[in-house]
């Protein structure tokens, strides 16, 4: 927060006030845009800029003016006499012609030399609501509906059907962006991820874009247990199985994610040890080794014998006869070990014998089938030839009731156990309850399951292995329900970091980092080699939610201050939880976001207590001793202390960092001395946040948003500032724990590159000032997230330096062929408390803005650069959408109006009263197509110099910022 009022409030001094408003009203038709619920935005061929709304079309044209039709309103327009389909618009695009194409929910036009040529029939389109529409090279790409893609070519349709022989893995798509650098279309889907297109001549193949590395199972499907007790997982999102002995030891992989399986979404495993899986997308049954070697593979899509339509359960019986779910064709195939067709049953319905989308299938050692009807929500009983023998169940929460029964498996005493999304029950062989387990959630015993299917399997000795999918792990589970074990998706290693905060140094010179995104303590020794951590997510005792602060005292005990759950936790020095005070509140012994903390020689605790802008002491148990402190500017006052040291007399500094200074007090709480102000002086702090006092006694401070280290004597005369170019080192990126040890090395954490980072003195002799010199001797940590698998990634926007930017609601990654996926930003970097992210654009200056339920924020690469808000002018802090024309000017929708930001931004002299705007001229520009159709009658005028000077104003502010950020550092 406090570097974004550090950037406007320079950026108001340096920029000249804007004679157009940031914000537009949103006017009636006549004279506005129709509709402020844009759906669709996209640069017009003559300086205009086109919105298809959930009202029509409404353009803003090069001269600063709206027109709007729709199909109550046709009329004549730059792109000829259009008369809409519809009321409402969901996409817009313009071809490698420049004509204009729309697509409704119930169909798409398009113009051509003529006129419009209007698709409203399901032999081109298989469904007519189109999502989303995207021009590559010559072609145009349209989504429609569950129905997967469309491409025009030269008046030629094709149809990539959806989970079909095209290998378009998913039914809905949502999002699409061609990447120009590497010549891709790039597919974002409702709930499948993302998929990437890189050729159109010859085979088209989609394949999937996945970011695994924060879990080792991306969607398991299904799971199998044979003879020896080995177990098998179908690892859909991975698209390979994966085998495990029953500790969860890896010990195979087969398959793979371009290779022989589309979807697996079943196994079974014969008496002999092979492996049959459903590959549900190929509509197929593959048969391998239990060491992974294919021997047979049947079936193609299709309602014949043979054939299928999206199979998804799989059992084999005694004799090895093999029974598959073929779920989208309601009905059960029986075939031999060979794949050789023998029986079928069932057909789509209500009645005995009849199914809807048949999920699960068991066979219990005399030879009965079980099916899971999850659509009818009932379990069927058959004999092996398909002979009806009863059924079970309703709809309903309640014990022998199903919601949503998917997954089946039997144990060796007959008894059957259905996954019923976040829940298990078990039945007896004729259907009666006996017991069930599991509730909605991501601990032990709980479950988050797809809407899909939740599988189960169970082995010789009655153990139950329940695919967790969303929660992305296997938990095993006895004959009860009681937990066993879990084999859990990969969590962040020693040495990742996210966001690390607080730093200390013990008295053997070990290092612990307050690892704060990630919710935990890790531990180093001085050359950052990992050694062990402490903690993790949660409220209860040894957990954590986002950690500030960290101590050793000298008996070796860990204090911590747990600052979102409001307490101090104190540990001993194995890592061993002892005891933990602190609540929410104002009162004694509670805090409000406890952050940095310090003890002194005697065992005393020192916190401060930033929300509450105090400071808290206490002995070493926990019991409180005395306060001081409150909001102010006055000696003896805080905004948001941060940071806290005590050195060898016993005197405490603390860094109060909203008022952009350092106190200090004697061990009670007495007023001793204060400096600092807010700039970039030698006595000028931008947020101090770390303290750390060395072995002569100087005081270091970690001047967080100015990127630097400032070192003063004890009181308070500044000694020496230094930065990245100071001591050979890397950049700082918000420096905020800082710790020395007893050779006076210095450490520090710096929060937005997610590292620790160490100086050691120079060798030679102190500088004249007192203060030694630095040399940058080492760094580790990288960024990784904790517990917050990259899910449900469906929208994609175009990066202008090449690849994509890929997001969802938490989270935003950069994909690039080739390079694969990187993370950009967690909305957790945004704000201390995460803000939701509605929508991403991206500026040819290096700057990627993102539309949030607070406003919208700048994204420099390291930080935030700007952030607006209702206060602004933006009138509402809700931003559902934002789009860069080709002006740099970033639009905005929120909710019941519509604006643009102008091509300079983030200066407090911008004129943000809401008044209609009207920009001067600007020229005619095309979105990379030739020019081949006529141009209106009336062309837009030459830019004026004003305009001139707002064309470059952007790009010169992004580089502005830019070098700001570098210039705060050292640069």
């Known amino acids: 927060m406090y570097r974004t009022l550090l950037i406007s409030a320079v950026l108001a001094s340096l920029l000249i006030p804007l004679s157009s408003a940031i914000y537009i009203e949103v006017p009636d038709y006549d004279t506005g845009i129709a509709s402020a619920g844009v759906k669709d935005v996209t640069n017009g061929r003559y300086g205009d800029v086109i919105f298809a709304t959930d009202s029509g079309i409404s353009v803003y044209t090069a001269k600063g003016t709206w027109y709007s039709v729709n199909a109550r309103h046709p009329g004549e327009t730059a792109y000829g006499m259009l008369a809409p389909l519809n009321i409402m618009a969901t996409a817009v695009t313009l071809d490698s012609r420049g004509h204009l194409w729309i697509g409704y929910p119930n169909g798409l036009q398009f113009q051509t030399g003529t006129g419009y040529e209007v698709i409203q029939d399901q032999q081109f389109l298989k469904n007519l609501n189109i999502n989303c529409m995207a021009r590559w090279g010559d072609e145009v790409w349209v989504a429609t509906g569950r129905a997967g893609l469309h491409r025009y070519h030269n008046g030629n349709w094709t149809w990539y059907k959806p989970l079909g022989p095209e290998n378009l893995g998913c039914y809905t798509v949502v999002s699409m962006a061609v990447d120009a650098a590497s010549d891709a279309l790039v597919i974002g889907s409702e709930r499948d991820g993302v998929q990437m297109l890189r050729e159109r001549a010859g085979e088209v193949r989609f394949e999937p874009v996945v970011y695994a590395k924060d879990r080792d199972f991306d969607r398991p ?100 006869d093999v029974y598959v779910a073929d779920t989208d064709n309601s009905r059960i ?21 009849e199914f809807q989308s048949p999920v699960g299938v068991a066979v219990d050692t005399s030879g009965n089938v079980y099916v899971t009807d999850p659509v009818n929500k009932r379990i069927q009983k058959f004999d092996g030839s398909g002979r009806y023998l009863t059924k079970w169940g309703a709809p309903g929460s309640g014990d022998g009731e199903f919601q949503w029964p998917t997954g089946i498996a039997i144990d060796v005493s007959g008894n059957i156990y259905v996954s019923d999304r976040d829940r298990i029950q078990k039945f007896d062989s004729s259907g009666s309850f006996l017991k069930r387990w599991g509730s909605l959630g991501t601990g032990d015993g709980e479950f988050l399951p797809s809407d899909y299917k939740v599988n189960m399997a169970v082995d010789a000795s009655n153990n139950i292995y329940v695919i967790d999918q969303d929660n992305h792990r296997i938990q095993k589970f006895d004959g009860s329900g009681n937990l066993l074990a879990k084999w859990e998706s990969e969590k962040p290693g020693g040495g990742e970091f996210l966001r690390p905060e607080g730093i200390a140094v013990d008295a053997a010179g070990d290092i612990y980092v307050a690892d704060s995104g990630n919710h935990r303590i890790q531990k180093f020794d001085s050359s950052g080699k990992y050694l062990t951590m402490l903690g993790s997510s949660g409220f209860g005792d040894g957990e954590f ?121 004697n061990s009670s709480g007495k007023f001793l001395a204060t400096w600092g102000s807010q700039g970039f002086g030698e006595r000028e702090f931008q947020s101090p946040t770390g303290i750390a006092i060395d072995a002569a006694g100087n005081i270091h401070v970690t001047d967080t948003n100015a990127n630097r280290i400032k070192v003063f004597d004890s009181s308070g005369n500044p000694l020496k500032t230094w930065q990245f170019r ?31 980072q160490k100086f050691v003195p120079h060798p030679d002799t102190r500088q004249d000032s007192g203060a030694p010199g630095y040399t940058f001797v080492t760094r580790w940590g990288t960024k990784a997230y904790q517990n917050e698998p990259i899910q449900g990634i469906s929208e994609v926007r175009v990066n202008p330096f090449g690849g994509v930017y890929l997001f969802n609601r938490t989270t935003v990654l950069r994909y690039a062929p080739g390079a694969g996926v990187t993370p950009v930003l967690h909305s957790g970097d945004l704000e201390e408390f995460p803000v939701a992210i509605n929508d991403i654009a991206a500026t040819s200056g290096g700057m990627l803005l993102i539309a949030s339920d607070n406003g919208i924020y700048g994204w420099n690469g390291s930080g935030v650069a700007l952030h607006l808000t209702s206060r602004d002018g933006i009138r509402s802090n809700v931003v559902k959408k934002l789009f860069v024309d080709a002006y740099e000017r970033c639009w905005f929708v929120v909710p019941g109006n519509v604006g643009y930001i102008p091509p300079m931004t983030g200066s407090a002299s911008l004129d943000l009263n809401p008044e209609p705007v009207q920009t001067p001229d600007v020229p005619e520009t095309t979105p990379d197509v030739p020019d081949d159709t006529p141009a209106p009658e009336t062309l837009p005028s030459e830019p004026s110099g004003v305009t001139g000077m707002l064309e470059g104003a952007w790009a010169s502010l992004m580089e502005w910022v830019g070098s700001v950020s570098g210039g705060l550092t050292g640069a």
């Open 221 to 320: 499907s299904c799971i199998a247990v044979d003879a020896s007790g080995s177990v098998y997982v179908a690892d859909s999102g991975n698209k390979h199985i994966q085998k495990f002995d029953s500790s969860g030891n890896l010990l195979a992989t087969w398959g793979g994610r371009y290779s022989e399986f589309s979807c697996p979404d079943d196994i079974a495993i014969d008496a002999s040890g092979n492996i049959y899986a459903v590959d549900r997308w190929n509509h197929c049954i593959q048969k391998f080794s239990n060491s992974g070697n294919l021997l047979t593979t049947w079936g193609s899509y299709g309602t014949g014998e043979g054939e299928f339509r999206s199979p998804a359960g799989i059992a084999i019986d005694a004799a090895g």
């Open 333 to 353: 195939q029986k075939f031999d070990s060979s794949g050789n067709f023998l029986t079928m049953w069932g057909m789509r319905g209500r009645g005995v014998g």
């Open 545 to 665: 939610w986002r950690v500030s602060g960290v101590t050793i005292d000298d008996a070796g005990n860990i204090y911590v201050t747990d600052s979102n759950n409001h307490r101090i936790q104190k540990f001993g020095g194995s890592g061993k939880f002892l005891r933990k005070w602190g609540s929410p509140g104002s009162g004694d012994g509670e805090f409000l976001q406890p952050a940095g903390i310090a003890v002194d020689t005697a065992g005393d605790i020192y916190v401060a207590d930033s929300g509450n802008h105090r400071i808290q002491k206490f002995d070493g148990s926990g019991k409180f001793l005395t306060t001081w402190g409150a909001w102010g500017t006055g000696n003896g006052e805080f905004r948001s202390p941060e940071g806290i040291a005590v050195d060898a007399a016993g005197d405490i500094y603390v860094a109060d960092s909203g008022n952009h200074r350092i106190q200090k007090f």
């Open 726 to 756: 100071d001591t050979g080192g890397e950049m700082f990126h918000l420096p905020s724990g800082i710790a020395i040890d007893a050779s006076d090395n210095i450490y520090v954490v710096n929060r937005e590159s997610h590292c620790v």
